[in-house]
């Protein structure tokens, strides 16, 4: 592993995936996002919500019944339907010109079978990058877990994970670190090599690598010390992937922005009293703040 890095705005600022003035909901995205048992609907929900604020075209969930329900009722423009009428084979598949990719985690029980089974399928059935957290790291952390993930880096088929410090910890014992370093910058370095993945460890500093270089984004607030608010960072990562951003940078600039909007949150409503949904509304003043508008 190199030097930390540190990118400053200018550098995220060209990363920032302004729309082509002729685009279309494809040409800017297609975004599958998997998550949302019964017992947590509302982590698919922030995802996918954080991911249209993101950018993405076109964000379909496929979720519990209940979180469909409930997508139906709070956000119109979202594409939800059951898991018992969808299959892998509606994965979107990227083209040129034509980019895509998926979330599947947010809101999957990790001990549910069905859960796991839905995150499996993901893994291996997606042509598209795909960003894994929550109840998706549990099966990422098992014998099949571990070889759908050398399959993904066999096929050249990107893969980013996006654990805080205890699925990190459950990720490290399933990869078999004996060691598992405790230095973050090292830990993420040592899980991206070890799943053949580009890492975003979570934290008050979060640190994303791919196994090569590791990139720290400390622009933190306590305003994201919430439940909920993983949640919309896989949404922000998984609509900078789906308008095709390469997994490093789409992990740096997603951690920024997110930083970003708490930051802004905060401002707004106090450190105490904002929460997920906010931080997820305030995307647009973090693109401004990063872009320098």
Do not use: F
């Not at 209940?66 to 299959?87: G, K, N, Q, T």
């Not at 640190?207 to 720290?216: H, K, L, P, T, W």
């Not at 951690?255 to 904002?274: F, N, P, Q, V």
């Amino acid at each position: 592993m190199g030097a930390v890095e540190e990118w400053d705005d200018a550098r995220l600022a060209a990363l920032l995936p302004w729309p082509a003035p002729d685009a279309n909901k494809y040409t800017r995205g297609v975004l599958a996002v998997v998550g949302g048992c019964a017992r947590y609907p509302g982590a698919a929900l922030l995802c996918a919500g954080a991911a249209q604020r993101a950018g993405a075209g076109y964000v379909r969930l496929a979720a519990s019944r209940e979180a469909v329900e409930a997508a139906h009722a709070w956000r119109p423009s979202l594409v939800a339907e059951p898991w018992d009428a969808w299959s892998p084979a509606d994965l979107p598949a990227p083209r040129p010109g034509h980019p895509a990719a998926a979330v599947v985690g947010p809101g999957l029980d990790g001990a549910d079978a069905q859960c796991a089974r839905l995150a499996a399928a993901v893994l291996r059935g997606a042509e598209a990058p795909v960003l894994a957290d929550g109840g998706a790291l549990t099966a990422l952390a098992t014998g099949e877990g571990r070889q759908l993930a050398a399959e993904r880096a066999r096929d050249g088929r990107p893969l980013v994970v996006t654990p805080h410090a205890g699925e990190a910890a459950r990720l490290a014992r399933g990869a078999r670190l004996d060691e598992a370093p405790d230095d973050p910058a090292a830990l993420s370095a040592a899980l991206a090599r070890a799943y053949r993945c580009t890492c975003v460890l979570k934290g008050a500093v979060t640190y994303v690598s791919d196994g090569a270089r590791v990139v720290r984004v400390a622009r933190g607030t306590a305003v994201l010390a919430k439940a909920g608010t993983g949640d919309v960072l896989a949404g922000v990562i998984g609509a900078l992937l789906a308008q095709g951003a390469a997994p490093l940078e789409a992990g740096v600039l997603g951690a920024a922005l997110h930083a970003e909007a708490g930051r802004a949150a905060e401002e707004r409503l106090t450190a105490i009293c904002a929460t997920p949904e906010d931080v997820a509304e305030a995307l647009p003043e973090a693109v401004r703040r990063i872009a320098g508008a």
